[in-house]
């Protein structure tokens, strides 16, 4: 391990507690069970994103227990292995220079798109807002090397959605930073049940992609306060 260079150390610190603070919100928006899922931050101007260890409890992870990595997943600083998901969050900060987080959950209704390999279709002003149009599917990979980082990459790339579905595993979503990519974790399981729950009633109807692009426009563009959705 190299160490992280001096002069990022206050960033990395207040990375490390924002991340560990972030993660408490998956649990408590129904979005994992049992230590499955992971938040991770870019550490900007450098090759370097904060990420959980693998394996440990949500009620046991503090700002200290948090690791560092390089973006080709090596560990650069902690006491414990980073997440099994490390090389797939690395692949996307290499690859996506846009991107300051990337969130994987196992959440329910998402992941059961997931496993029909089916796109959530933008049946939702919601949806078009967020995500600007269906949210894709993936392939398929395996765990344990950078295929998965691959498939988001490939997926997201000509794609405005922020959530990609991993076909047969689960959601991954990037944002802006790693508070950005929380909150599409939570919007997509939201629109993910909102659908389904629809189907059980009839077949939903597609926004015209005219009006997809105005509403995802205006979202991203004149809602909110200033850079806060």
Not at 22 to 32: F, G, Q, T
């Amino acid at each position: 391990m190299t160490g992280v260079p001096a002069e990022l150390r206050s960033q990395v610190e207040a990375l490390k507690a924002e991340v560990a603070a972030l993660h408490a919100e998956l649990p408590r928006n129904n979005l994992v069970v049992w230590t499955a899922g992971n938040v991770s931050a870019r550490v900007a101007g450098a090759d370097l994103l904060v990420i959980k260890p693998s394996g440990v409890s949500y009620d046991e992870l503090t700002a200290d227990s948090m690791v560092v990595c390089d973006l080709d997943g090596n560990l650069v600083e902690g006491t414990r292995s980073p997440s099994s998901d490390t090389a797939a969050h690395a692949y996307v900060y290499k690859h996506m220079p846009h991107v300051g987080g990337v969130v994987h959950t196992h959440s329910d209704y998402a992941t059961a798109w997931a496993a029909r390999r089916e796109p959530i279709p933008c049946v939702l002003t919601m949806i078009a807002d967020e995500f600007g149009g269906d949210i894709p599917i993936g392939p398929f990979a395996l765990i344990g090397d950078d295929s998965i980082g691959r498939g988001i990459v490939e997926t997201l790339t000509n794609s405005r959605s922020r959530a990609v579905l991993m076909a047969n595993h689960g959601p991954f979503t990037i944002g802006s930073d790693a508070r950005d990519a929380v909150k599409a974790a939570v919007m997509v399981e939201d629109v993910a049940r909102t659908v389904h729950l629809s189907r059980q009633l009839g077949q939903p109807v597609p926004i015209a992609p005219s009006d997809i692009d105005r509403l995802f426009d205006r979202y991203q563009n004149v809602y909110g306060q200033g850079s806060s959705k």
